[in-house]
Nanobody, 120 residues
Framework: QVQLQESGPGLVKSSQTLSLTCTVGGGSITTNYYYWNWIRQSPGKGLEWIGY???????HYSPSLRSRTSISRDTSKNQFTLQLGSVTPEDTAAYYC????????????WGQGTQVTVSS
């Protein structure tokens, strides 16, 4: 059984950088062919995909967020990290780390999510 757990500050000020870490248990983030995603959901809105880092360390980001987003990993800790810069109150959301598998990148395991509020 794979477990994902998000951690990071719940409150960030506008213009600062939001930083969240996902700790993975029960499986290595370097195992072929898994994709380690960040997804968010704002109040009253649907799920928004932010980006992923692959088992080999490659990254891919949403075009709308690419200029502000960086996803990295620490394989020694089996963690991957999201950094979202220049945040505004519109970045207030529940943030989830999610594993996806295969060519279709189907989501199979989700973290419980962490709420991040951006203050103006």
């Amino acid at each position: 059984q794979v477990q994902l757990q998000e951690s990071g500050p719940g409150l960030v000020k506008s213009s600062q950088t939001l930083s969240l870490t996902c700790t993975v248990g029960g499986g290595s983030i370097t195992t072929n062919y898994y994709y380690w995603n960040w997804i968010r959901q704002s109040p009253g809105k649907g799920l928004e995909w932010i980006g992923y880092i692959t088992y080999s360390g490659s990254t891919h980001y949403s075009p709308s967020l690419r200029s502000r987003t960086s996803i990295s990993r620490d394989t020694s800790k089996n963690q991957f990290t999201l950094q979202l810069g220049s945040v505004t109150p519109e970045d207030t959301a529940a943030y989830y780390c999610v594993r996806a598998v295969g060519e279709l990148r189907e989501y199979d395991y989700w973290g419980q999510g962490t709420q991040v509020t951006v203050s103006s």
